[in-house]
């Protein structure tokens, strides 16, 4: 397994807090390159566990909600 890295986090590490984790890291730095530009908008992550288990977390306009 010396493909992977071993990430620790201060939350349980559950795909539901690691997608919104995603989202918000994501977000950052798309802000920080672009702005808040309505050319460039992080809409939506999708984290999979399994190919039929994984979580979403969805952005609006009045912030971030999780599906």
């Known amino acids: 397994f010396d493909d992977h890295k071993t990430v620790i986090v201060d939350m ?3 795909s539901e807090y690691l997608v ?3 989202f ?3 977000n950052q730095l ?3 390159e672009y702005g808040f530009s309505c050319d460039v908008f992080l809409y939506k992550t ?3 566990e399994t ?3 994984y979580s979403t977390w969805v952005s609006n306009v009045f912030g971030e909600r999780q599906d």
Do not use: G
């Open 12 to 14: 349980p590490p559950t």
């Open 20 to 22: 919104r984790k995603a």
């Open 24 to 26: 918000i890291d994501i």
């Open 30 to 32: 798309l802000v920080a």
């Open 46 to 48: 999708v984290l999979y």
């Open 51 to 53: 190919p039929n288990c």
